[in-house]
């Protein structure tokens, strides 16, 4: 009787809290699946397929309504493995595993993260990676937005002072972005610093970059892309979605052994790609790398619906 009654509060609870966003926000949920092949030697592949579940609560500008203005996340799971083994280690299969939250209030937004990566999941604090921040809004104009603050990190930093491993570290937490007719970039540092820099975003030709740090082994941990883009539909809904790609990337790759050992493999590829945001599908060569020396063809799809 005691749990009917808990289950039907529980539903009442959540039905009244979903009509009550949807009455002066919009509630979108935004499913997506992706899918990595990466050849390594003739018969080796690495396959890396992942799942996430997105959630976006945002207000009306214009609303009235009390409470935060965003309320974000995510859940997301996913596996790395090898056909066969490639290294010195046992293993060939890694499990990631990611949640994201951001609740934003005005100008103030606070963002939790966590991570948890290895052969074995939940095999060691070790493996995980915890990110609590704050940061505040201190530009805000039409063409720029800029977002300053900090947090702390906690993760298996490598760094041992008097013998003792640190485990919390501070760091500091910073969006900015910039736009015009010519460039519409975006930096952004929450861990690990990233940025979005793309040309002429309003042509039917432009060029689009990524830059990123996977760790501070400069310059292996620099992932990059450079992609010439062509954006063929001038009107419509499909004006900005629907685009061509011809480009190359530097990748990293990291897979957590286990408490003590990791495996990092970097390599470099020329890809084509077909993007109808829906649905992306990118294809191309991949060498240079340290378990591929002679290259091989890797494949990535991504699929999202926004409900």
Not at 183 to 211: L, S, Y
Request: some cysteine; glycine content about 10%; aromatic content about 14%.
């Amino acid at each position: 009787m005691i749990k009917s009654n808990l289950r039907r509060l529980y539903l009442c609870a959540t039905f009244s809290l979903i009509t009550l966003f949807n009455l002066h926000a919009e509630f979108n949920v935004i499913p997506q699946v992706d899918f990595g092949m990466l050849q390594l030697e003739e018969d080796t592949f690495l396959y890396s397929p992942s799942g996430c579940l997105q959630f976006k609560y945002q207000k009306e500008e214009d609303s009235g309504a009390k409470g935060p203005d965003v309320i974000a996340g995510s859940f997301s799971y996913g596996q790395d493995f090898f056909s066969k083994n490639v290294t010195d280690y046992s293993e060939t299969h890694f499990h990631k595993l990611g949640l994201f939250g951001k609740v934003v209030f005005g100008k103030n937004t606070f963002l939790l993260k966590l991570d948890d990566r290895g052969a074995k999941p939940f095999e060691s604090y070790k493996t995980f990676e915890g990110l609590l921040f704050y940061s505040r809004k201190l530009i805000d104009t039409d063409s720029t937005q800029l977002d300053f603050g900090g947090g702390l990190a906690a993760t298996d930093t490598g760094i041992v002072l008097g013998g003792i491993n640190l485990f919390l570290v501070p760091m500091p937490m910073i969006h900015f972005s910039y736009e015009n007719q010519i460039i519409d970039a975006e930096m952004e540092w929450i861990g690990m610093p990233d940025a979005i820099i793309t040309f002429f975003p309003d042509k039917m030709f432009r060029i689009h970059t990524t830059f990123a740090l996977a760790g501070f082994h400069l310059p292996t941990d620099i992932k990059g892309d450079i992609a010439l883009c062509c954006y063929p539909f001038k009107d419509g809904f499909l004006k900005d979605l629907a685009s061509i790609s011809i480009g190359a990337s530097h990748e990293v790759i990291k897979l957590r052994i286990n408490t003590n050992s990791s495996l990092k493999y970097d390599y470099f590829t020329a890809y084509g790609q077909l993007s109808i945001t829906a649905l992306t599908v990118r294809g191309g060569y991949a060498f240079g790398g340290n378990l591929n020396h002679d290259g091989g063809f890797f494949l990535t799809l991504q699929a999202m619906y926004k409900f």
